[in-house]
């Protein structure tokens, strides 16, 4: 800048004629001067070094965690990364990247405490909340206790491979305390319910920690997957009512273990190959090409399982409407899938989520219609006694 007020005072002229050439030196002097800052504040190992305080305070907070052009993200593999570095192996032993599976174990509780809500009311939504912590550390224990007993199958699958313990980022002692906290949060959970529940709840743990092992020795294990993660469908009634009411909780639970027999089976097809170069078992394997006939029979049983259900809570057209809507997504889902295709396998799999939040939602609203009939039912009384 003192060359350019130097050149105005000797030759007013010549400024006239070189200044936008100067002005354009000056600007990519500074743009240079920005790209070596970024540069620097992303060399290798440099990014938020505990060392380097004032990069800290001059990059963007929310950006801590990721490797350096990233940004931050809501999504539950953004929020991983997000973590510090330490962590994020925790946080993928328990799957929170990948949150379909949480979805999967908290949605049969959510029917069993919509079910108990009384006519005309929406859901407790103190237990919703609950149940969804539950499941969210459950399901984290769950997937610790698999990992634990499948290192050795994990290391010779190239999709479980680089997972925390299989590839040696987390060793056994740590996920075994890892694990027993886990528990104890889930404990914690488990506490805030009646008696009834605790008993109810604890019997479960027993199916926790052996499903893992069932791939071992059974084609079933899928079987068991559904037993332990439909758990909910009576655990959610007791815990809104203090007890199961068998006629509504059974039949909730059938289907439930059937819905689990189809989601997983088409799921388990993604590892086909590489299960039986391991030597492990799943339903995939036992069905092989009957995969869609075996599947469209746990459809139909599970769909009888939801309308016994449904009939036996006093259930409303809402409900039904919803079980319709099931039905429709579950036949589209067996007869479009590709079994040999792990992506779309995945794609299908990962649509039960969607699936389960609709029969919630019928739930919800067929609980709500009871008010509405019970209304009119009032009025006709009042209109015949008038």
């Given at each position: 800048m003192m060359s350019i007020r130097l050149l105005a005072l000797a030759k007013p002229h010549a400024l006239k004629s070189s200044l936008p050439q100067i002005c354009s030196a000056h600007l990519s002097s500074l743009r240079r001067q920005r790209e070596n800052q970024t540069t620097a504040?992303?060399?290798?190992?440099?990014?938020?070094?505990?060392s380097d305080n004032h990069k800290q305070r001059t990059w963007p907070p929310l950006l801590a965690g990721h490797n350096c052009g990233r940004f931050f993200s809501l999504t539950p593999a953004g929020i991983v990364n997000a973590a510090p570095t330490s962590v994020q192996?925790?946080?993928?032993?328990?799957?929170?990247?990948?949150?379909i599976g949480t979805w999967l174990l908290y949605l049969p509780?959510?029917?069993?405490?919509?079910?108990?809500?009384?006519?005309?009311?929406?859901?407790?939504?103190?237990?919703?909340?609950?149940?969804?912590?539950?499941?969210?550390?459950?399901?984290?224990?769950?997937?610790?206790?698999?990992?634990?007993w499948d290192k050795d199958f994990d290391k010779k699958v190239s999709r479980t491979a680089t997972r925390p313990i299989a590839s040696g980022e987390i060793?056994?002692?740590?996920?075994?305390?890892?694990?027993?906290?886990?528990?104890s949060l889930g404990l914690g959970v488990l506490l805030c319910l009646n008696y009834y529940s605790i008993a109810l709840g604890a019997a479960s743990l027993s199916l926790v920690v052996t499903y893992p092992l069932m791939k071992?020795?059974?084609?079933?294990?899928?079987?068991?997957?559904?037993?332990?993660?439909?758990?909910?469908a009576l655990l959610g009634w007791s815990a809104v009512k203090g007890s199961c009411d068998w006629s509504v909780c059974l039949p909730l639970y059938v289907s439930g273990i059937m819905w689990t027999l189809i989601y997983d089976t088409i799921y388990a097809h993604q590892d086909k190959?590489?299960?039986?170069?391991?030597g492990v078992k799943s339903t995939a394997l036992r069905f092989q090409e009957n995969t869609k006939l075996w599947l469209s029979g746990f459809t139909g049983a599970m769909l009888s399982g939801l309308v016994l259900a449904g009939a036996n809570a006093d259930q409303t057209l809402p409900y039904y409407c919803?079980?319709?809507?099931?039905?429709?997504?579950?036949?589209h889902q067996i007869y479009s899938v590709d079994i040999n295709r792990?992506?779309?396998?995945?794609?299908?799999?990962?649509?039960?989520?969607?699936?389960?939040?609709?029969?919630?939602?019928?739930?919800?609203?067929?609980?709500?219609?009871?008010?509405?009939?019970?209304?009119?039912?009032?009025?006709?009384l009042n209109s015949i006694s008038n």
């Open positions: 504040y992303c060399q290798p190992r440099s990014c938020f070094n505990k192996p925790y946080l993928r032993l328990m799957r929170l990247d990948k949150p509780g959510t029917w069993s405490i919509g079910l108990a809500a009384d006519p005309g009311c929406l859901p407790d939504l103190g237990m919703l909340t609950l149940f969804g912590v539950g499941a969210l550390l459950m399901r984290g224990a769950g997937c610790t206790i698999n990992d634990m060793t056994p002692f740590r996920a075994l305390v890892f694990l027993g906290g886990q528990l071992r020795i059974t084609y079933w294990p899928q079987f068991v997957l559904g037993l332990t993660f439909n758990w909910g190959d590489d299960d039986l170069k391991v919803a079980v319709s809507a099931v039905a429709i997504h579950l036949v792990p992506e779309d396998c995945w794609k299908k799999f990962a649509s039960n989520r969607n699936l389960g939040l609709l029969l919630f939602l019928g739930i919800v609203t067929g609980n709500l219609w009871k008010k509405r009939n019970d209304h009119q039912y009032e009025t006709e």
